[in-house]
């Protein structure tokens, strides 16, 4: 068993999720800030890759006061547990998302990652090693069920995504398109890594709603194959 999993990603006209020098870059508005805070305080867990973390040193905490209020008087912590996939364990014992706000955080580590860096990150972090080399992001998501966690929002970056589509562990994709062009063929697009060659093994999505907000379009996909 796994939690269900939504990716929400906010994109350029073009299809770039940051700059060719991976800097983060404003793409959507308040109206959708907003959202996306509601659907982390609506998340049990979000995830990142390490990529992300050591681009944007994101605390993915909720940021609005009323919504940590009412996960309190749910009973639950006001953070989603934070959740960073980093097969060895890069993440600067300083990053915000091991220090900002209350809750848990988890580094998902493979064996690859070094016995002392694992110690290192214990003081800060739950551990799961799961993998040799990459980290196995199937059993990362059973552990996770495990530990409780039912809804999952993964919040980037493109190779984690990637990787979650080509081994068919996604069942909602949220992308906001923002009317920016950013451009170049090395900036991060939603879903990076190596990609499909085959028509037959593309992901199959279906529009579940498309709406308007701030500038730009939010659209939901839910997906159909994978
Ligand atoms: P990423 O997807 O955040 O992290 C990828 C890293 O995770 C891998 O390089 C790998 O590093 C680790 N990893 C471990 N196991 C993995 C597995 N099974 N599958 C995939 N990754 C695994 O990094 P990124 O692709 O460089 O993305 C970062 C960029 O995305 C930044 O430019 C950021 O600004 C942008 N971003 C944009 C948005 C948006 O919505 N616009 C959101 C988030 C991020 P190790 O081998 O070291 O473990």
Do not use: C
Not at 106 to 134: C, F, K, N, Q
Not at 142 to 152: A, I, T
Not at 158 to 174: N, R, S
Not at 212 to 220: E, M, P, T, V
Request: proline content about 4%.
């Amino acid at each position: 068993m796994r939690p269900f999993v939504f990716i929400n990603v906010a994109m350029s006209a073009d299809g770039k999720i940051s700059t060719r020098e991976r800097r983060q870059v404003r793409i959507s508005g308040d109206e959708d800030f907003s959202r996306v805070d509601r659907i982390k305080a609506e998340s049990d867990a979000i995830m990142v890759g390490i990529g992300t973390v050591l681009a944007d040193n994101p605390s993915l905490t909720v940021k609005s006061e009323e919504r940590r209020a009412g996960r309190r008087a749910a009973g639950r912590d006001e953070h989603p547990i934070r959740v960073v996939v980093d097969s060895e364990g890069r993440i600067p014992l300083s990053a915000d998302i091991l220090h900002k706000g209350t809750g848990k955080r988890i580094v998902a580590v493979s064996a690859r990652a070094p016995p002392e860096r694992v110690e290192a990150l214990r003081e800060h972090a739950t551990i799961i090693t799961a993998g040799d080399e990459a980290v196995d992001l199937a059993a990362l998501l059973e552990e996770l069920y495990r530990q409780g966690v039912r809804r999952l929002m993964v919040e980037g970056g493109g190779t984690l995504i990637w990787t979650l589509f080509e081994q068919g562990l996604v069942d909602e994709l949220q992308t906001f398109v923002g009317n920016i062009v950013i451009g170049g063929k090395d900036a991060p697009t939603p879903a990076d890594g190596t990609g499909f060659l085959r028509e037959a093994d593309f992901t199959q999505l279906r529009i579940i709603e498309a709406v308007r907000l701030d500038d730009g379009l939010l659209i939901r996909w839910s997906v159909e194959r994978q």
